[in-house]
């Protein structure tokens, strides 16, 4: 039978907070060098800022970038990444066991920022791992004080004479992972968070901090490890971190393209979680949801890398390059679908990464750059996810998956723009059935479908590679209607669509 639902602006979950559409840029692989940062590159700037990567990151749209990791900042000095290059020193990476040479530091990323546009903002990430307290302080006063002191006149002398304006910070990364350096107790992150926290209020009250919530839901202390952290810090931090990667499953592609069920009863527990500890403690406020990384991620391709000893403190070697498919694009569809249908409360998020490290946007060395498959359902949810997300409860058929039981075929969420016009992104997770999709429009002053766009294939295996840069890309669908209040559809098998009316 067909999936059903209705869209009436009375019914709506929030206002999409832009910083939803983040993205991460860490230390890692090929990511900065040779990602982002490559000069000598014939489209290198003056800086050795790859134009031709800039172009793509301001195509997909992203806001808030995360830096500079990840399981890197857990070893960062940021003095190091500071001052004139050839005076920065080289270092061992414990996080991904490879050699960080400093050649792109803070200022490289404030300008990296400055040059995709006004859209783009800092997410500063501190070492919470090796380090502490002062070393945060320095950061900030460094990165954020007018100047006329230590710090932020050695800001200035290194060429950077107006401050950074950093509002968003992390109080970390991922410390509930043993494999984190200087991984903590819930008990003692919870302490340190809380002690830096203050600290860092004391310079500026408005700075906006992130303390870490569990790696994924799956950790063996998820829940009780927010409960314990948020109780050190609920007045103190602004919001609480989740980490999520989905692959398939000794080949149980149903369970993956489900993936999304998992994410979300992840933030509705998290939610759960944060509020349970505000009604403890009596608190009017709310503690909103960072989900500062999130992707498809083949992480047991990297767990047989990272076991097999090959890694020997290289310079930028190719970790984590995954070369994703139609399918996980859907996937990947799915999981911007949960973020939004989650605006209310998840008001930061972060597509971990941006270039070559699990990225949309892939790069050569002296070569090209290109879209991954990924790289579309994102720049579209970037480009009209913008708004009111209104409630979608979907009538769907459904069916079975080994990992989350009776699932429904129709993952759905809609948002209405300022102007009044409504986009509906949609995934059909049949791997054999098109989906035939009614939405009954109510209270809405809509006449006509703009646009039906689809990224579906004949053969969902399908990839962009160097290769063939251009293999994969949405395609318009015909026949999609908008007739007296109903929009009818028909969604492709195993395709992810943007439905634009206006
Ligand atoms: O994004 C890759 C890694 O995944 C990050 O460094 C870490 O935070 C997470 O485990």
Redesign the pocket.
Known sequence: HKARFTLDPAFTVGEVNPRLFGSFV?H?GRCVYTGIFEPGHPAADEAGLRQDVLDLVRELGVTAIRYP????VSGYKWEDSVGPVEDRPRRLDL?WRSTETNRFGLSEYIAFLKKIGPQAEPMMALNLGTRGVAEALELQEYANHPAGTALSDLRAAHGDKDPFGITLWCLG??MD?PWQTGHKTAQEYGRTAAETARAMRQIDPGVELVACGS?SQSMPTFAAWEATVLEETYDLVDYISL?AYYQPEDGDLDSFLASAVDMESFIENVVATADHIGAKLKSKKKINLSFD?WNVWYISQWHEIENSGARDWAEAPRL?EDNYSVMDAVVFGSLLIALLRHADRVTVACL??LVNV?APIMTEPGGPAWRQTTFFPFAQASKYGRGRVLDVRVDSPKHETKKYGETDLLHATAVRAEDGTVTVFAVNRSRTDALPLDVALSGLDLTRVVEHSALADADPDARNTLDDPERVAPHPVDGTALRDGTLSAVLEPLSWNVIRLA
């Not at 990791?69 to 890197?72: E, S």
């Open positions: 860490e890692l990791g990840g399981n890197f996080a990364n991922e992972g790696s980490h990384e984590l971990a990464q699990i």
